[in-house]
Nanobody
């Protein structure tokens, strides 16, 4: 099992920045790709960004490309999402997710955190 805990959400004005953190624990040696998703009420969970275990392969949804940066610190079992130039449409609950050996789930990610709220005011 792998446990994920997000932190760093909050209220920010449009154009501002936030850094989300995801702390992993448990069988972290089984984790390979990690990702951030987000969800707003009444909408399907949306992929935001993902990163390979080595960190050298990242992917972003077009709407955040150039504004968000995903990174990970494997020795400390941490993953981050640096969000710049935030827009009101970025408002959502942001979830940390992990792919691990033997896990299955939404989008191929079997482990999820509880989510952290990001609210961007105009």
């Amino acid at each position: 099992q792998v446990q994920l805990v997000e932190s760093g959400g909050g209220l920010v004005q449009a154009g501002g920045s936030l850094r989300l953190s995801c702390a992993a624990s448990g069988r972290t040696f089984t984790v390979f790709r990690m990702a951030w998703f987000r969800q707003t009420p009444g909408k399907e969970r949306e992929f935001v960004a993902s990163i390979s275990r080595s960190g050298d392969d990242t992917n972003y949804v077009d709407s955040v490309q150039g504004r968000f940066t995903i990174s990970r610190d494997n020795p400390n079992n941490m993953m981050y999402l640096h969000m710049n130039s935030l827009k009101p449409e970025d408002t959502a609950v942001y979830y940390c997710a992990a792919q691990a050996v033997g896990s299955v789930g939404y989008g191929g990610y079997g482990y999820w955190g509880q989510g952290t709220q990001v609210t961007v005011s105009s």
